[in-house]
């Protein structure tokens, strides 16, 4: 069933990131012939769009906060911790457009967030396009740096001299600052989209 294609190629994906996910690996996983995986998803496109959909059922749109900034915020932070936190999936995600339910239940919760705020349709429906593509940016930043990732850029940066750099000098330990980065970053869009309606 296109049920078990899928629960399948996520547990590859898991174990062996996007590229254990072919279609020839699924249909060994389940001990089939790729061909007749086609009379459930018509590619692997298909499949991972599935797939991506699927992993997104732990995302959390009914999350508390205070306000619509509050929700979107935490709905948002749900999205990024589901991709950051299943094995290649962020990095999925950066390639694919999730098809099914829960994309859908997160694409109404987000626009029902910014209607909250008084972003007009049009706006926001762009809008839910721009502010999960920069959670999926940091999932993948985060799970593609385990350990000291930061720590060849926090070296090279803190041997800059400030007669060569003199701004990055001055800006070299809030360029490597985390806490707070990414919160930062989703405010700083929402307020552009409450100041930038859309045009044609």
Known sequence: SRD???TAA?????KDGPEGMSLRKVA???DTGPASLYVYVENLQELEALVLDRALADVKTGAGGRGWRGRTMALLGSYLEVLAG???LARLALGTIAAGPNALRITEALLGHLEEGGVNVATAAWAVDLL???ATAVAAEQSSRPGD???PIARVIGAVKPADHPRIFAAKDELLSGPGRVTWALEARLRGILRTPRGR
């Not at 996520?10 to 898991?14: C, I, N, P």
């Open 4 to 6: 078990a294609i899928v």
């Open 86 to 88: 299943t094995p290649g």
């Open 10 to 14: 996520l547990e590859l994906l898991r």
């Open 28 to 30: 060994a996983a389940l």
């Open 149 to 151: 990732a930061l720590g």
């Open 132 to 134: 999960p593509l920069y």
